[in-house]
């Protein structure tokens, strides 16, 4: 695995304990929080989808 798509995957540990704290604690996030959530997550999912195989 390449270190760039290492270091976007490991960019979700944070993504997902701030949807645990959400899920699990009730805390809640603002707008701009969810946003960066979801922009954290698209890039994971778009950088994991377009590894090339070698």
Known sequence: M???TFSIL???EPALAALSGFL???E???L???A???AIISA???STLTIKKQ
């Open 2 to 4: 390449p270190s760039r």
């Open 10 to 12: 490991m960019s979700l």
């Open 24 to 26: 699990f604690l009730g």
């Open 28 to 30: 809640q996030l603002s």
């Open 32 to 34: 701009a929080q969810w």
């Open 36 to 38: 960066a959530l979801s």
């Open 44 to 46: 994971s999912i778009g």
